[in-house]
């Protein structure tokens, strides 16, 4: 009998159970979305070769238990087929997460998930030192847990107040939960110190008087597993994919370049020192 390559077939997304020779397959789910046709090849494909269940992952995963070994080809091509691809476990980009964003939610700031789609097309399976992970939520209320993730990106306003639309009728100075607003003297004062990008302002304003361009806020290091860190942001608000793919790299080769075998990223940032990496980072921030 040949041998099993169990360590290929988990980098394929076929994770070993404790039953023998039965594996759990994580599937591909970029950004939380799947179509309804995908949706029925999935449960077609739980109820011919798994037991009829599926598992919901944390990170918007989908997982099949109960595949055989020797279905493995056919359950691998058969999804294909119905447009479902397998995910990756191990050392290596994993799939990634995204809320609706501004496409659907009153308050996003950004497209999340054809956003998540770029990033899972240029970087998803990418081996690395360990698994990393990318987040992406559309505004401030973080649904998405951004800070959580390797890389975290947050949907934010770079804003502009039009003076001449404004009425003073507050209601932006109300929606500011920093204080970064106050009005005075028949104008209004924004300290920028406070101002957290969040946008409120302008989705407030009644009088289209506040003008926002849409950004992208990065936070690095973040884990929530053995080891629970947040992430943290080291360059300001990113107002171009230009900008944010050129940082996302940086943070990528110095993983490669710094972390030990099964290190994660904060902890090789940690060891060898944020103002190494910040240098990194804010080299490729400025181009």
Request: proline share 3%.
């Amino acid at each position: 009998m040949a041998s099993v390559d169990y360590k290929a077939l988990k980098n394929g997304g076929f994770m070993r159970q404790v039953q023998k020779n039965n594996f759990s397959l994580r599937l591909k789910v970029v950004g939380g979305n799947l179509t309804a046709a995908q949706l029925a090849t999935i449960a077609e494909m739980s109820k011919k070769y798994g037991d009829g269940h599926v598992h919901l992952t944390s990170r918007q995963g989908v997982e099949i238990p109960f595949i055989k070994l020797d279905d493995v080809e056919k359950v691998k091509e058969e999804l294909l087929a119905g447009g479902v691809s397998t995910g990756v476990c191990g050392p290596r980009v994993r799939t990634v997460t995204a809320c609706q964003g501004s496409a659907i939610c009153p308050s996003g700031c950004i497209d999340t998930y054809n956003l998540a789609v770029e990033i899972s097309d240029r970087y998803f399976g990418r081996e690395l030192p360990h698994k990393f992970k990318f987040g992406v939520t559309g505004c401030m209320n973080n649904c998405l847990k951004a800070e959580e993730n390797d890389v975290g990106i947050k949907g934010g306003y770079t804003i502009e107040w039009d003076e001449s639309a404004c009425t003073l009728c507050g209601v932006c100075v109300k929606a500011c939960r920093e204080g970064a607003l106050t009005a005075s003297d028949g104008k209004l004062e924004l300290s920028e110190s406070k101002c957290t990008n969040c946008g409120r302002c302008v989705k407030s304003c009644p009088f289209d008087a506040w003008k926002g361009t849409p950004g992208y806020i990065l936070s690095f290091g973040g884990t929530f597993g053995n080891l629970i860190a947040k992430g943290e942001q080291v360059v300001p608000i990113i107002r171009d994919k230009g900008t944010l793919f050129r940082v996302a790299d940086a943070a990528l080769r110095f993983f490669d370049e710094h972390a030990k075998p099964s290190e994660r990223f904060r902890v090789a940032i940690d060891r060898a020192g944020w103002d190494t990496f910040k240098a990194a980072i804010q080299e490729a921030y400025h181009g």
